[in-house]
């Protein structure tokens, strides 16, 4: 859906993206005092909650750090205010476009006996109210925060990483794609330019960014089956899958979600079906400084499961869950999107 | 004597500027306030030079008219008000919590 943003809106989500771009400058900057102070991975220490209090003792006097935090807290407590705003200015055009949304061929389930998992209810990146904290929160968060800040401010293009992580699977001819934790269906998107024999599935707890996702299937004609479910427990049929796939899903579930996730994929694809799920970068493939500085990033940003997600060994857990010839690793640069990949058995 | 007045003037002066009334937490709440009042300020330079160009393309010499024209009535009574609900606004960011309502 195209949207042309009220001047207010269009400076104030274009200012706060250009403070987040400061705060990166600043990070870089945070590194540089770090390492002035004798840290780096000698002298830091392995124990991460003990690492935290060695380097914020060390960065007491740095001018840098102090001001990135400052910025850091004025982004996170301004974006979803600011982009609620814009939507408010907006609402005369966009109202009656998104209260009607277009006919089409997708379709939205909603099953009566719905269990929402007790994580789901975190806000998420510190968004207000969480994923359904508006009855526009698909639009708001898919476009104005996602393409208008996110997309301006995320290291590379968060667009062609999603490409990156589809072209993954090992395969183009798969008849029936699920795209777990689908969100507004940005992910969905390329899965169905990647896969366009394939029959789109998406499940998503939130029916706000459901309803979206089905808003920008219908606008372009694609017949996608979306369905408000927690991963874990879809519902769906048993073998019913050649892929089961998802895109930055798993960081905001708790280890034991994941498990249960990889448990629900296997026991969703047919034999021989391809798993594919991608991620953020695993601690053990970031130097101690960028760790610290991740693990204290998502503290702040309401990310309670990043540590023990970004710390689980993926491809032992998709082994445990029956997989086969699973593999994990990094694409891109500093090993982002983080993939990991399995078969289920013949 | 005129000498001894002004040196008492000027330690007069000069311990009313060492007077601290912001605790350092406070320090926090007006760092969080200089950032957002640098984002209005953004927003209404973005609007400033959008305007500019919007009027000179309608044949207008925006920054001339401005400087003479003088706000009458009811855009008068608008503004007043915009302004001081952005004073309310700005002061807000430093609490937290919320600003304090009027008894």
């Not at chain 1, 390492?35 to 060390?58: I, P, Y």
């Not at chain 1, 476009?97 to 006919?103: I, N």
């Not at chain 1, 301006?152 to 993954?168: K, L, M, V, Y």
């Not at chain 1, 390329?190 to 219908?218: K, M, W």
């Amino acid at each position: 859906m195209k949207t042309t943003l009220r001047q207010r809106g269009r400076a104030e989500l274009g200012f706060i993206a250009d403070v987040g771009l400061v705060g990166a400058q600043l990070k870089r900057a945070v590194r540089r005092d770090i390492g002035a102070r004798g840290l780096d991975a000698q002298t830091l220490v392995a124990d991460l909650d003990e690492r935290h209090v060695q380097v914020e003792s060390a960065l007491q006097d740095s001018r840098a750090y102090q001001n990135y935090l400052m910025l850091h807290k004025w982004g996170l407590g301004n974006l979803t205010r600011a982009a609620f705003d814009a939507y408010e200015s907006n609402r005369a055009e966009l109202e009656p476009q998104l209260v009607e949304p277009p006919v089409g061929p997708a379709t939205l389930e909603c099953p009566a006996d719905l269990k929402i998992p007790g994580y789901w209810h975190n806000w998420f990146h510190n968004t207000t109210g969480g994923w359904d904290g508006h009855e526009q929160m698909g639009f708001i968060h898919g476009e104005l925060i996602h393409r208008w800040v996110v997309g301006a401010t995320f290291p590379g293009n968060i667009f062609a990483q999603r490409e990156a992580a589809a072209a993954a699977a090992p395969r183009v001819d798969y008849r029936r794609v699920l795209d777990m934790g689908c969100g507004t269906g940005q992910y969905t998107r390329v899965l169905t330019q990647r896969f366009p024999q394939a029959e789109i599935h998406g499940a998503d707890c939130s029916l706000r960014e459901l309803q979206y996702a089905q808003r920008i299937a219908n606008e372009n004609g694609w017949a996608w089956r979306l369905h408000r479910v927690a991963n874990e427990h879809t519902g769906l049929p048993a073998g019913s899958f050649g892929l089961v796939t998802s895109y930055i899903l798993l960081h905001e579930l708790p280890a034991s979600a994941i498990r249960e996730t990889f448990a629900e994929a296997f026991r969703l694809l047919e034999p021989g079906g391809d798993m594919v799920m991608a991620d953020v970068t695993r601690y053990e493939k970031m130097d101690p400084i960028a760790v610290w500085m991740q693990d204290s990033a998502a503290r702040r940003e309401v990310e309670p499961f990043w540590r023990e997600s970004a710390t689980l060994d993926l491809a032992a857990a998709a082994t445990d869950a029956g997989f086969v010839d699973a593999e994990s690793y990094g694409i891109g640069p500093m090993n982002y999107p983080w993939i990991v990949r399995a078969r289920k058995p013949r | 004597m005129a000498r001894s007045k002004n040196a008492a003037a000027a330690a007069a002066e000069n311990e009313a500027k060492e007077l601290r009334y912001l605790q350092s937490r406070r320090i926090e709440d007006l760092a969080q306030a200089f950032v957002s009042l640098a984002s209005e300020l953004w927003i209404v330079k973005d609007r400033m030079a959008v305007l500019e160009q919007v009027l000179d393309r309608h044949g207008i010499p925006a920054p001339t008219a401005v400087d003479a024209h003088v706000p009458q009535g009811e855009f008068k009574e608008a503004l007043d008000a915009e302004r001081r609900a952005w004073a309310q606004r700005m002061i807000a960011a430093l609490f937290p919590r919320g600003l304090p309502k009027a008894d």
